[in-house]
Every structure is written in C-alpha cells, then in structure tokens.
C-alpha cells in the first residue's frame, strides 16, 4: 500500500509518522511518500520520519519529494495538509478581521474565507493531477477550512472525503473522564466543519445508552473549561459544542481578547522553530512532546482509521468524516458538505441518520452553509463583488459596511495569492 502526504514538510507530519508506526496493523503501509516544495523542510523531516519508523519497527519505505507528480502517481491514498502562504498568511488572517472589529481566526470569519480563497484553487489543481495519475486513488483532506474544501473536492468529482480531528478529540476526552474505552464512545456529532454540536454520547455503538446527560452534570465543569464557555451555557444548551462555537456565542469577548494578546499564528510560529530545530537531531526518533501543543491532537489515529476504511477489505466501520449531505439534514441541500458520523468502506462514506435537530442549532447550520457555498464560489470564479457577498452572507459579519471593509483588507492582504485580483 501506498500513501502520499502532500504537504509533508508541514510541523505536523511527525504526529502522522507516528500513527502510521503504532498502527501498522491497521494500515500496513508499504511505502509513505513525503511530498512538499521546501526541500529545506522535508529533509529534517524525512530524516525523523525514517527513525520513528525505525525505532517502532515499522518496514515500510519513506521518500521525500518535491515533485508532486511523481510523489503521487500509483497511491492508494493522497492526504492534503496545506497552509497556502504559511503562517505569514496565517499571521495576517487572524490580524485584519480585528481592525474592523470581528474575529481574526484561520478557519472562522473573514480570515476563514481569505484560506478558503487561497486553498480551494491549489487542492483542485493538485487533485486533478492525482485523477490524472491514478484515478482510483482516494483524496483524504484535512486542509482547512475542511468544509469548503471537501465542498470543491466532491463537486469537482473527485473521491475525496474531509476530516477533522474534533470529533476524535472529544471522544478521547469524554473517554478519559467517564472511565472507558475510546472504542466505547460513539458521538452523536452533527453539524458542519468546525460548527458542530455533540447531541449524545452513546456507549458502545449508535443505538447505546446515552451519557450525555450524566456527563455534563458530573463534568461540566471540566467540559466547559476546555471550550473556554461557562458551564451554565453547557447546562442550557443541553450538548456540548465544538470549541469553534465559541467565536459564535461570544463573539465580542473572543475580539476584545485577541487584542490583548499575541495571535495564534504568533505562538506557533514560535513552535515550528523551536521543532524544526528539534528534529534536525540526528538523536530524536520519537514525536516531541512539544509536537502535543502545535494542534492536531489524534490526527494521525483519525487519519490511519480513515485510510484503513477506504482501502480495506475489514468492513465498514462508523467515523466522524465531512462529506455531501445526500438528506441527511433534511434543512440543506443534498450537495451541502456536512459532518457527521458515517458508516465508511471501500465505496466511501455513508452519513448515519441523526436526530431532528433543534431550530437553536439547524438556523446557524443553514445560516454558515450558505455562506460556505458563496465562499466557493468565490473562490472558484473570484471578483470582489463574489467576495463581499460571501462576507455579507456570514454570521460574524452580515453587516453592509463591515462586509465592505472586510473585502478591501482581504483582497489588500492576498493579492500575491490570487490570480484574479
């Protein structure tokens, strides 16, 4: 089996190494090719890639490459993990949107549409190079924003399914905390990338006992305080949301925050250089533990049960993924890119049926997808106008002179990563 990691030179690729190693049951991989232009990158992580193989006594092959198309051509699977401009372009996502007085995020708000509109034109060009080489292979996406991604992969008709390392995070934490198995724990996870709501938390398979309720009266305090949310907002709500919700439920907090500290991109810039660093020694052949604190906790696990699904022949098995809703919301288009559990296999992902959801939670659903659709289409035909209106169109934003201002900095801060503007 072969896997290419295009954006293998990214800080994270440690974390996936990682999983491949410890998972090699799972997903017996034969040959793991490391794909990305800054060759400088990739041979210090190439280099650790080769040890933690080594020293977990995994016997697959792992390349390094700069050529996508010899990297990709005869995979299995391609997995995406691009960051269009790096954390330069990062670093400006999370600034500009506060100038105008809303949230500064890579993936939420104006700085998500700014990725979405960077991203969405290299995946579909890099996609239609993996059909071209080898169109059975399977394109696995985790470049933000995912939701929009997955949008253009699917519409462009590529085999491509978004994942999200969210869900997998919740699971473990409710795991730990009730005292079981992570395999134990099934999520009633609905909603779109990024704007999700745990609705249960089943023992055993979809159709267990629900813990939910008993989760959140003897942990809500714990729950809450990851999610940065009062408890008492856990507690009226009933589910507990994705951290993501934050930016929605208190939004001016959020802003007044990120104008008193250093952003996001800031700290992890920092961090990339301090594990850069580290994996040039010739004498590391695990993960760091500072690799814990860059993000993307459980990628890899997700990642390998993922891959394993699409490309075994062990049956289907149930996972949080983003792919088309095809009625399973009956509020959104068929076309509309969800995420949600899914009975997955070799054909690709089926959405599980969830719950009829609560108007609290299907209006921001309905209101965000709708956005994410004027975003794509932005971002596959440009022009400002096409931009204003996918700013208009967002929750965080929806007023006519932000909308405006919102633009003039978007189009100002990325003119050198759109062709069109």
Known sequence: ???????????????????????????????????????????????????????????????????????????????????????????????????????????????????ALRTVPVVLDIAERV???????????????????????????????????????????????????????????????????????RRGGPDGEDLLAGLLAEHGESVAGDLRLPRAV?????????YYLRYFYAHDEVVRELGTKPSRAAEVAAMERELLSLYGDPALDEKPALLAKRGGAFYSEAAVDLAASLLGDGGPTVQVVNTY??????FLPDDAVIEVQARVDGSGPAPLAVPRLDPLFAGLISHVSAYEDLALDAALRGGRERVFKALLAHPLVGQFDLAEGLTDRLLAHNKEHLAWA
Request: hydrophobic share 45%; proline share 5%.
């Open 234 to 242: 856990l507690d009226r709500l009933g589910v507990v949301p994705s």
């Open 325 to 330: 809703n095809k009625g399973t919301l009956p």
């Open 1 to 115: 089996m072969k896997l290419a990691v295009v954006g293998g030179g990214s800080t994270y690729t440690p974390e996936l190494i990682d999983g491949f190693a410890r998972l090699r049951d799972t997903l017996p991989v034969s040959e793991l090719v490391l794909i990305d232009p800054a060759a400088d990158r990739l041979e210090l992580i190439g280099g650790l890639a080769r040890r933690i193989f080594a020293r977990q006594g995994h016997p697959g092959r792992i390349t390094t490459t700069s050529d996508l198309d010899a990297g990709i051509a005869g995979a299995d699977a391609v997995l995406l993990q691009l960051r269009i401009g790096g954390q330069a372009a990062r670093l400006q996502d999370e600034t500009w949107p506060l100038e105008c007085g809303c949230v500064g995020q890579e993936t939420t708000g104006a700085g998500g549409l700014a990725k």
């Open 131 to 201: 059909r071209r080489t080898n169109p059975d292979a399977w394109i696995i996406d985790f470049t933000n924003p995912v939701g929009i991604v997955t949008r253009a992969l699917l519409r462009a008709g590529h085999k491509a399914v978004g994942l999200c390392n969210v869900a997998i995070g919740l699971q473990r934490k409710f795991a730990a905390l009730l005292d079981l198995a992570p395999a134990d724990i099934h999520l009633d996870h609905v909603g779109l990338n990024h704007l999700t709501w745990e609705l249960g938390v």
